[in-house]
């Protein structure tokens, strides 16, 4: 079953229930927009705060075949990830 809430504050009320039982996330932000990685943290530690500590991770940096129009640069993310 997967989860998506899109980044949407609105279901924040409810993200921690999502995270009950959760074998893994993907934690998306677009590449072109460095405000979406630079939440990243709050979002792994939201998911740390309410996950499994065996929960698998991966961070995804979506919107690559709009690499002209980069923010976040690969390397960055790579060091991060």
């Known amino acids: 079953q997967i989860w ?8 924040r009320a409810i993200t921690s229930a999502y995270y009950r039982g959760a074998v893994g ?4 932000f ?3 927009k460095h405000q979406t990685y630079d939440v ?3 979002w792994l530690k939201e998911l ?4 499994e500590a065996s929960i698998v991770v991966m961070l ?4 690559t ?5 980069r923010e976040v640069p690969m390397e960055e993310a790579k060091m991060f990830a």
């Open 65 to 69: 075949d709009l690499a002209q129009a």
């Open 4 to 11: 998506d809430t899109a980044g949407l504050e609105r279901y």
């Open 25 to 28: 996330a993907l934690v998306v």
């Open 60 to 63: 995804v940096g979506n919107k």
């Open 30 to 32: 677009d590449i072109t």
């Open 48 to 51: 740390y705060d309410h996950a």
């Open 40 to 42: 990243v943290d709050r």
